[in-house]
């Protein structure tokens, strides 16, 4: 993954934001050595070497999952950032049982959650 990251953040001018989901976390590493701020989707929380890089972060962090996540801690993530969404039911599609409007509100959840953590990055 560093092979792939590297050249594009090389390329890129600013402090940008690092966006990523799921197998995406393992670039934590990544933006903890350049002090990058990131948003993690349903972070590998259960993987030692992903908390760890998240451990490690300078700049904000913001971690999305729900608590039918089998790879979700929310102590965990609640540990590493104070920036933290977790929502009960939902699983590692940000998905939850019932209608299929109960899984679109956790999308909008997931929106205002993001659109305030840029806010606060300005």
Do not use: C, Y
Request: proline share 7%.
């Amino acid at each position: 993954m560093r092979g792939e990251i590297d050249p594009l953040l090389d390329a890129v001018s600013g402090r940008p934001l690092l966006i990523g989901k799921s197998l995406g976390t393992n670039a934590a590493s990544v933006a903890a050595e350049r002090g990058l701020p990131a948003i993690w989707l349903t972070p590998l929380l259960t993987l030692p070497w992903v908390v760890d890089a998240i451990s490690r972060a300078t700049a904000p962090v913001l971690l999305i999952g729900g608590t039918a996540d089998k790879w979700w801690d929310g102590p965990v993530a609640r540990r590493l950032s104070t920036h933290v969404l977790e929502v009960a039911g939902a699983d590692h599609g940000m998905l939850v049982s019932g209608p299929a409007i109960d899984s679109i509100s956790v999308l909008g959840q997931v929106i205002t959650t993001i659109e305030n953590f840029l806010e606060l990055l300005g």
